[in-house]
């Protein structure tokens, strides 16, 4: 991977509905280069899928909660049961198993408090669980879906 390639990821991750040739004339190529290049990272895996970002407040889901999850149970079993479970709430968009005292953190989206409290519900009905800590976001003070490029080039 190179700075132009590097250029053109910058560019999609910040708007993937640049045409190709715009962004060509951004990276100085012209437009069959740079349209092999993409395909050359989708095919890499670099690129995994250009998806649109929508406007919560919109869809009144407004409302983070992070959701701190500890259990008993560390077996295989226990965790294809959660992951099964976890994957059916699409109020879930983000799940990290954790190093330290939490050993999941969960990212739930949600129109209010009522809205939560029925999913923390629905969650402990289908798994058994140790622990459940919720943290709700007052603010939102930086977001980005645009990962950092600066240390692809370090390796």
Not at 47 to 61: E, F, G
Not at 88 to 115: K, T
Request: overall charge negative; glycine content about 2%; hydrophobic content about 45%.
């Amino acid at each position: 991977m190179d700075r132009i390639d590097l250029r053109i990821l910058d560019l999609l991750q910040h708007d993937a509905t640049l045409s190709t040739s715009d962004i060509a004339e951004a990276v100085g190529l012209s437009t069959t280069p740079c349209w092999r290049r993409i395909q050359n990272l989708e095919k890499q895996g670099v690129i995994t899928r250009r998806v649109a970002l929508l406007d919560r407040d919109q869809l009144n889901v407004g409302v983070d909660a992070f959701v701190a999850i500890r259990t008993d149970e560390h077996n295989k079993r226990w965790l294809d049961a959660f992951a099964k479970a976890v994957a059916a709430f699409p109020e879930v968009i983000e799940l990290y198993r954790m190093s330290g005292e939490v050993d999941y953190l969960m990212r739930v989206v949600v129109p209010d408090l009522a809205a939560y409290d029925s999913f923390y519900l629905r969650l402990i009905r289908e798994v058994d669980l140790y622990d459940v800590s919720s943290s709700f976001a007052m603010e939102r003070i930086k977001y980005t879906t645009a990962l950092p490029l600066t240390y692809v080039m370090k390796k």
